[in-house]
């Protein structure tokens, strides 16, 4: 597996989570790697939502996967000598089934990031629903599928995320407390109490026991200030010195360094 550390060692400009045409990103994956030429990156990897079990617009479908792997190869022939382009994809793991499937286990990644944007139903476990678009559809959501239990629904979240990294797959743990931002929306101050808090540091522990990657996600740093996981767990990554990537999940180009290097430098500060 490539050695992802040594590619944030560097001090290199890089992003390892962006998402393109293949699933919900708004440009080709070609766009992505001209605009990480012009921004003098050395590395770029693309990471679609990786199949799924549940419909999903946002989920690439099995049968584009060879499309995708082809296209990196073709990207690498054309600008491989500037740029190191890789080929990686954003797997969620819905109650059992994630980056551990034999089916990701055999396709030819550089690497695999385990995300949960899924948490079942509080009516009925088979039925699986997005909890991470925009928060308009999140409060609906939570009148339809949770009764307005929004603690559940946190709790369900990290239930999952610990099952992931349980489950194992995959080197980078993705966006680790996402679901802090539509809560701390529907109920303010939720991701302060020692309950949430609770849940953050236990997930953490387990990450850190299985020697995970963990990624400081800056997708929402231009319109909320705030990463994933927040600034407020800085501290304790850096007291763990856990191994870190700073990631834009960029879905447009011009997006692919939104936030890494504010977060990074606060990262740094501590
Ligand atoms: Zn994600
Ligand atoms: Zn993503």
Known sequence: MLDILSITMTGSRYNLHGHTQFCDGHAPMEHFVRQALDERFTHYGFTPHAPTTVQSTCNMSRDDVPRFLDEVRRLR???????????????????GFGPADPYFQSLPLDYRIGSVHFIPSLHDENCSVDVDGRFERFREKMERHFDGDIEWVVRTYFRQ?????????????????????????????????????????????????HHYIIEINTKAWNEFGRTFPSERYYHMLRRAQAPVVFNSDAHYPHLINAGREQAISRYLAI
Request: proline share 3%.
């Open 77 to 95: 022939q054309v600008y491989g000598d500037r740029l190191v382009i890789m080929a990686g994809m954003e797997i969620d793991y819905i109650d």
């Open 161 to 209: 995320m610990t099952r992931m990294v349980e489950q194992g797959g995959f080197d980078i743990v993705g966006h680790l407390d996402k679901i802090g931002l539509n809560a701390s929306q529907y109920q303010p101050g939720i991701d302060c109490q020692p309950w949430y808090d609770a849940l953050v540091r236990d997930l953490f522990d387990a990450v850190m026991d």
